[in-house]
């Protein structure tokens, strides 16, 4: 699959816009991600028990709990089922803490209802679909793994109050028929950008 094997070579997530994504880098800015084939090319990144990330953004420092919407797009949710959704109202999770890992990487979890039910208080993470094939990649819910390079996404603020999203070079955008995906644009300033809704401070705590 050409995402996987042109993994090594990418770096820097400058050519993603303009949040894990540009030209102008905000606090809490993003870098890309290698993917499993060029994780072992090079210095492994930190794990986050190794690092203490700091951002001045507080809906990035992990202590706030968010929900997205596409600036673009009719104002609903973004949901995280089996897949990331906009406004699909299948019951997906809705609130998201990004949490950045170091590197100015973020792994985006996802969170039910605050409803004392166990289970909502058990985080699935954003990952790149392993399984697609380029040009357009999806975003689906896993297991978290903060050392996994396909849960590292960049997120960059644009400085209007929106962000940008992406992993890699690639930048999180609605395509008409195939909804949200990741893909590769010719010019980053066409990117998706999305609003972050302040949910309050985040103080749920995993099942063990």
């Not at 990487?105 to 996802?110: E, F, G, H, L, T």
């Amino acid at each position: 699959m050409k995402w996987v094997t042109g993994a090594a070579g990418l770096a820097c997530a400058g050519t993603m816009v303009g949040c894990g994504a540009g030209a102008d880098k905000a606090p809490g800015a993003a870098v890309t991600a290698p993917t499993p084939s060029g994780a072992g090319a090079g210095t492994p990144s930190p794990s986050a028990s190794s690092v203490v990330p700091v951002t001045s953004d507080p809906l990035l420092s992990g202590k706030h709990a968010i929900t997205i919407v596409r600036v673009q797009g009719s104002g609903s949710n973004l949901e995280l089922s089996s897949r990331l959704e906009e406004g699909g109202d299948t019951g997906g999770r809705v609130l998201f803490v990004p949490v950045l890992i170091g590197a100015d990487r973020y792994v985006i979890k996802a969170f039910g209802p605050n409803d004392d039910h166990p289970a909502n208080d058990d985080p699935s993470c954003w990952e790149v679909n392993g399984l697609d094939i380029e040009p357009e990649l999806t975003i689906q819910a896993a297991v978290c793994d903060e050392d996994n390079p396909i849960q590292r996404f960049t997120i960059v603020a644009r400085g209007d109050g929106t962000y940008a999203i992406g992993s890699e070079t690639r930048m999180l955008q609605h395509l008409p028929r195939n909804g949200l995906v990741l893909k590769e644009l010719a010019k980053p300033a066409q990117a998706s950008t999305f609003r972050f809704v302040d949910k309050g401070t985040f103080d749920r705590q995993p099942v063990n």
